[in-house]
């Protein structure tokens, strides 16, 4: 079974979020804004047990930390995707280093760019089209994120949650 | 903001259900298929943290519950909509009683019927075509529940799990 770990912002960001992905995001109606932590990896029943056993210490370790965005950015030309780019803190990078030390069955191999979709799979013509406009807008939000979810996927590639974790801030 | 509080069947259940909503259910892309425990409310931001700690409270001294499914029953001619019918235990009942019992800012007023829905707002003319059918099925589904979600629905009408609550049996 496919895994992954997100932060779902307020309903004020999602909603702003969505107002674009309805447009411009294939996984709209797949699973609601958010910015993944921990990407996707594979576990079986029994696996997952000790890796949300796992998550959940290193978790409570953390304390709610602040989500800040600035402005819409593009990864082009690696992949025509949009996304709000979320300021990379330095508690969100330790909370993001944390999470992937714990072994999963993967291998994580691209850079921690914190951020949420807001259009993806978008034609070349499309983005060039697009990413001009969305530049210009203001994308000030500011607000405390005090849990995570672990997130499983189903075979229609719609994702359910799991589990809650709190960020109890313990240490 | 509008809350609900849910039971997410396993990955194989909600598979099986999704086949059929894929087809038969406007709510398809809004929501995995869940069974409510307690219906909509509406809530801000502050009575939701009361709630939530109330929902906690009576949760944690229930224990986890067997969820058995046996047939698709249908909720014509009140609503021409179809159902994975489930066993109404008395665990279920006395979870669905204690937390119908906080007071949240609604009156629910209809019978529990535990159900997983799997395809609504049916013309009547599908409605009588397809329920035949699925009646023949075999929906022999049993499995445990160890946790509920409570959840809040965006503008969209997609619904974001807020918390995770564990049924942990205290008492």
């Not at 803190?89 to 914190?114: A, G, K, Q, R, W």
Request: hydrophobic content about 35%.
């Amino acid at each position: 079974m496919k895994y992954g770990i997100v932060a779902f912002p307020s309903k004020k960001v999602q909603d702003f979020a969505n107002s674009y992905r309805k447009r411009y995001d294939p996984h709209y109606s797949l699973i609601t804004p958010h910015m993944t932590i921990k990407g996707v990896f594979e576990a079986d029943e029994n696996e997952i047990k000790i890796i949300a056993e796992k998550v959940e210490n290193v978790l409570k370790k953390h304390t709610p930390f602040s989500l800040n965005t600035s402005k819409v950015s593009s990864f082009a030309p690696v992949t025509n995707a949009l996304y709000l780019n979320i300021n990379p803190t330095e508690e969100l990078v330790s909370l993001h280093d944390d999470l992937n030390s714990i072994e999963y069955n993967d291998v994580e191999s691209y850079t921690f760019v914190p951020h949420i979709t807001i259009a993806q799979k978008l034609s070349a013509t499309e983005h060039d089209d697009i990413y001009p406009q969305l530049k210009m807008i203001g994308v000030d939000f500011e607000e405390m994120i005090d849990r995570l979810h672990l997130l499983y996927q189903l075979e229609d590639g719609s994702w359910t949650v799991y589990e809650t974790f709190r960020l109890a801030g313990d240490e």
